[in-house]
């Protein structure tokens, strides 16, 4: 879950509001999560920095409920550089997790849709499904009501290869983490690499 920044030259971004998210997505009858760098924000209390777009996780089990309740709009599978159309009633398997949307197809890029694997009410990290949470537990709100993801599991996807900004969110989020949030991120780190230099600034 990382800011992808602007998408192709031709098509900037200017993407919603969070209260733009909550009135688009209220009639959703499943969970969805704001995600990426505006969640950590969520969970820090404020803008640590300017975001180029705006990411919503949602599982990978609903994304027809998603896909209808934005069926006027223009959605394009994410896939290597390419953008797919995602066409009504089409199925996406676990080889593409991220949609990219826009009210038109002249549009601006307005909406990021990240699609989580899950299996009955357990959550599972998308890159190792040994890593999971119970999906109750894999977002917080905020004093609106709306949900963002963990800022552990945030966390967890920016650890891969960690850019500058991906450093710089971990050094804003660490301070705030209590005992049992470091306590699962180094968990899980260590699970995909023992070397990692986060999980020594955790302990």
């Not at 998408?7 to 009639?27: D, N, R």
């Not at 197809?105 to 959550?123: H, I, Y």
């Not at 660490?174 to 023992?194: E, S």
């Amino acid at each position: 879950m990382q800011d992808r920044g602007a998408g192709p030259p031709e098509h900037p971004w200017e993407p919603l509001t969070l209260e733009e998210v909550k009135q688009l997505l209220a009639p959703v009858a499943a969970p969805w999560w704001i995600a990426g760098g505006r969640a950590l924000d969520m969970f820090v209390g404020h803008e640590t920095r300017k975001h180029a777009d705006i990411e919503v996780a949602a599982l990978r089990r609903d994304q027809q409920l998603f896909r209808e309740a934005l069926a006027k709009w223009d959605l394009r599978i994410a896939d290597g550089g390419e953008f797919i159309p995602w066409k009504r009633g089409e199925t996406l398997g676990p080889e593409h997790h991220e949609v990219w949307g826009r009210e038109t197809a002249q549009g601006p890029w307005r909406l990021e849709l990240l699609f989580e694997e899950s299996e009955g009410t357990r959550w599972a990290y998308r890159r190792n499904a040994r890593i999971g949470l119970n999906v109750a537990d894999l977002g917080c709100r905020d004093a609106s009501g709306v949900q963002f993801i963990r800022p552990e599991v945030g966390i967890l996807y920016k650890s891969r290869t960690p850019r500058p900004v991906d450093d710089e969110d971990f050094e804003q989020v660490l301070p705030l983490l209590d005992v049992a949030q470091k306590g699962w991120l180094v968990g899980a780190l260590y699970t995909i690499d023992p070397t990692h230099g986060w999980i020594e600034r955790l302990k």
